[in-house]
């Protein structure tokens, strides 16, 4: 999905964006270009995928049988499917703007999921263990943004934790590779916009709302790679593709507590 730093988008009704992803989940339906990229192929989102799924994975860590996950903006279930897998008696519940969605997820995970949105999380929802925010906050109006972390943080338990996952400016300019990238966003029908974060951003807002980024990582060699990944994935053997991204993963991991440029930033919140 095409991330803009202009603020245009940042102005979007909530009913209109609604209206936007309802169109793309019923164009892409459960698939990589449904809630990732649209000019990717298939093998790339697949990566970026794992980026975002490794390090949810690694961030929840529970012994109680009875934990509570809440994946707002959940889709089709891309990230709740993996977490299931491996914690299959979480108690996980989805939240989407789009019913579509909602109806999607329900029929992927067999678990169950509201229409809503993270400004107004309905009240018989609960509070929970995790809650998973992932390219959420970029599609959110500016001045609604105040108002996110201390509606989230009142639906954690005790110790809860919150994962976010969200578009950094630092990667834009190598996502774009200076222009270049238009090249590869050829589907102009369904604009779901989205804008990205500068480093303080979302850590300024957790500490406004009393809590703290206990953990933050970054994605350098992915980043720097974009759009080489596309070009592999277009004309490499899978075979050959995978070896090489389980040597640009290695490379983020070595460089995943730097300050280099990132598609994405990784946070890990509680409160204080």
């Known amino acids: ?25 019923i164009n892409y ?10 000019g990717m192929p298939d093998l790339a989102n697949e990566h970026f995928h794992s ?3 490794n390090f949810i994975l690694e961030c929840i860590k529970s012994n109680k049988d009875d934990i509570r996950i809440l994946d707002i903006g959940c889709g089709y279930g891309r990230l709740s499917l993996p977490i299931i897998q491996k914690l299959p008696q979480a108690q996980i519940i989805g939240l989407d703007i789009s019913a579509n969605y909602v109806n999607l997820y329900k029929e992927n995970t067999g678990r169950d999921a509201f229409v809503g949105t993270l400004e107004s999380l309905p009240s018989e929802i609960g509070t929970f263990d995790y809650i998973i925010v992932v390219t959420v906050l970029m599609y959110l109006p500016k001045n609604n943004l105040k108002e ?10 005790k110790n809860g934790k919150i994962i976010i996952i969200e578009p950094a400016q630092s990667g834009i300019i190598l996502q774009t590779g200076f222009g270049l990238a238009k090249l590869l966003h050829k589907d102009n029908s369904i604009n779901t916009g989205g804008t990205c974060f500068s480093s303080t951003e979302i850590p ?45 993963s290695f490379v983020d991991g070595l460089l995943k507590r730097t300050k280099l440029p990132t598609l994405w930033a990784f946070y890990l919140i509680e409160r204080k």
């Open 204 to 248: 300024n807002l957790v500490h406004d709302a009393g809590g703290i980024v206990i953990q933050e990582q970054r994605i350098p060699a992915t980043t720097f790679f974009f759009l080489l990944i596309y070009l592999m994935t277009k004309t490499l053997p899978q075979n050959l593709t995978y070896i090489i991204f389980r040597s640009i």
């Open 148 to 157: 996110v972390f201390p509606n989230l943080f009142s639906h954690l338990n």
């Open 1 to 25: 999905m095409a991330l803009k730093q202009n603020q245009e988008n940042n102005n979007y009704p909530a009913r209109d964006n609604a209206i936007e992803w309802e169109k793309r989940s």
């Open 51 to 53: 980026c975002h799924i």
């Open 29 to 38: 339906g459960a698939s990589w270009k449904s809630v990732l990229f649209k």
